[in-house]
């Protein structure tokens, strides 16, 4: 139903119902049927076949229903029977006792040798890099 402003009392008020005869075929008329329940806001694509007993006649090419009020799901968008089943907490970690590391040979990709002793000495050793006039770095003059 249209809703028209009132400006003499500075409101909104119902105007006059719009009748619409809306005809599908086909596919589209059987899916719509079993799609659409009484009240649902559709809407519709077609062309006008006539106007008359005081309503607009429409031969429909497409239909959909209005998402303002509701959700709708297709069958694509719903999930399959696995998304009910249970699922099962992880297992618990477990602590397994310290093991002392044993020296492992050195792979493709690995840190090199001195790489594991300067980390177990904590990387106390002072760094050697300086700038070369020995002036702090400074980024973008």
Known sequence: MP??????????RDGTP???VCTAWGDL???????????SAVLIRGRVSGVKDDAIWLSVDDLGLSLRERIA?????????????PVSPPPAPQHAAQETPQPATRRPGSPPGWWDDRRSSNWSRPSTCTAADASPLRVGS
């Open 3 to 12: 809703s028209q402003w009132d400006s003499t009392n500075r409101q909104w």
């Open 18 to 20: 719009i009748r619409y």
């Open 29 to 39: 008329a059987r899916n719509a049927t079993e799609s659409l329940v009484d009240g």
């Open 73 to 85: 799901y297709t069958e694509a968008g719903l999930p399959g029977p696995g998304a009910a089943a």
